[in-house]
């Protein structure tokens, strides 16, 4: 029998704890506390995959609760996701600088909170016969009408920003992305930032890269392909352009990349 991964859940209502514990509780065993000294009692004792947290509550927000962890070098590199019903920008940028992987938000159902789990310590899991796509952008509306309209044809990983570097590249070990879509402005690193990062990461160095942006100007158009991007698309969301593009650029990329593999 395979062990289940083992995650601790810090939120103060009790109600929030019992619902997500049953969401999980036939894929992961949960710990349910309710302070951050239980919860670090339980990091002492039991060997912890990954830590779900509340950002508001009366005691200690959650914000603090990591800054807690990060400077443990003992809990550090374990994955934290924010569950909160707080999604504006300005949470999703502190959470991500703090060194937080993602965030669910609240209330969340059975499907999204196991998908945000796997995508972070396992992402490889499920899927694997769907072509596969990473979009990258802090506005959380647009990372769920990117899902929505692509999650019956692709494997849609999402994230609300990257917060640093090697969050970025630890995640793509994980994973296998067969495309990358990108906001281009967003704050800490953008769209422009991780380009290089992704480009300078093996095997992803000739991975398609398309740009979604709100800022369809001629010069963001030129800066954008001058970084080696793939494509570019103009927010809000064209359904039909966005599959048009997915398509060709998937197709050259499979055929290039099977001719590659044939060559080694």
Known sequence: MVERKKIIYLDDVYHSLVTVKNKIKEHYEMYPVQTSEKMFEILGKVEISIILLDINMPDENGFDVLKKLKVDTRYA???????????????IKKGLQLGA??????????TEIIERIQLNLDPEKKFADKPKILAIDDDPSILH?????????????????????????????????DLFILDCNMPGFSGFDLVPIIKGTTPYEDTPIIFLTS????DNVY?????????????????EALHKKLELHLKDYMVWRHMRAERR
């Open 101 to 110: 992987v993602d965030f669910i938000s609240k209330p969340a159902d059975e």
């Open 223 to 239: 800066v954008a392909m001058n970084t080696k991007a793939t494509d570019f698309l103009v927010k809000p969301i064209d359904k």
């Open 145 to 177: 009408s990117l899902n929505a309209l692509l999650c019956t044809k692709y494997t849609v990983y999402t994230m609300p920003g990257v917060a640093s570097e090697k969050i970025l590249k630890e995640l793509l070990k994980k994973m296998t992305p």
């Open 215 to 218: 800022d369809g100007t001629s």
């Open 77 to 91: 590199d374990i994955p934290v996701i924010f569950i909160t019903a707080q999604r504006d920008k300005e949470t």
